[in-house]
Structures are given as structure tokens and as C-alpha cells.
């Protein structure tokens, strides 16, 4: 009599050729998280973006304010949000340049194969040959 079912399935717990078991795993298949936490990540660095962005305009807004008020004037907001664009993309730039010439150059030099980034054959090769004579084997003939 043969372990398989009719539909051609083996029943739980039993052995395949070779005598080892193979069990499914229990449980539900795997289902997707719920969203706020497939998402969370970007929700809290979002979020962070969000607080971030508003400190930077009520500070900003604040210095704008007693600048005004030293010098006489009173608080435009025609004057401040032209400055307060202009600031924040100043720092989104330098900011994202610095992220894109990380990323892309160490790409770069990853792929050219800088000493920095990765190992040579060379050094790979004479490490595998020290462990092989450390275990008294011969590296010259496996």
C-alpha cells in the first residue's frame, strides 16, 4: 500500500524516500500585516519629517518675529514664507545630495571592486588555504 493519499498528498507526518519526516508547518498560511504596520516605517520617519518641519517653521517664524520687531517693523508674512521656503529647500538639496552621493557612490565603488568595499579573490583565496592547513588539509590538493 502506497503513504499517499488519492489526491496524491502525503498524510501529515509522513516520511518521504529516505526515511525523513517532512512536516508542513502548522498554522495559517502567511498573510500580509495589517497596514499601519507593513507601513510603519515610513509612517514614523513621516512622522518625524512632519514634527521636524514644524519645529524649523515655528523657529524659524519666532527669529523672523524678533529681527521685525529689533529693527522697528512688524511681522510679514509675505517676507517670511518667500525665506522659509527658500531655507527648507536648501536643506532638502543638501541634504539629498549627500543621501544620492552616498548610495550611488558606494554602488560605484562597490561595482569597480575598491579594497574598501569588498574583499580581492587574492585575500579570499589565502584565507580559505590558512583554515584548510589549520585542519591539516592540503590547500593544493582538495
Known sequence: MSDTTTSGARPAGAT????RSRRR???PPFRRPRWPRAY???????????????????FQATVASDEASQHGQSFAWADFLPQFLASTFENWQSEFLQLIWQAAGLALFYHWGSSQSRESDERIEAKLDALLRERDLDPENP
Open 16 to 19: 518521504s524516500r529516505g526515511g
Open 40 to 58: 510603519a516605517f515610513a509612517l514614523v520617519t513621516g512622522a518625524l519629517f512632519l514634527l521636524s518641519w514644524i519645529a524649523q517653521f515655528v
Open 25 to 27: 508547518a502548522e498554522g
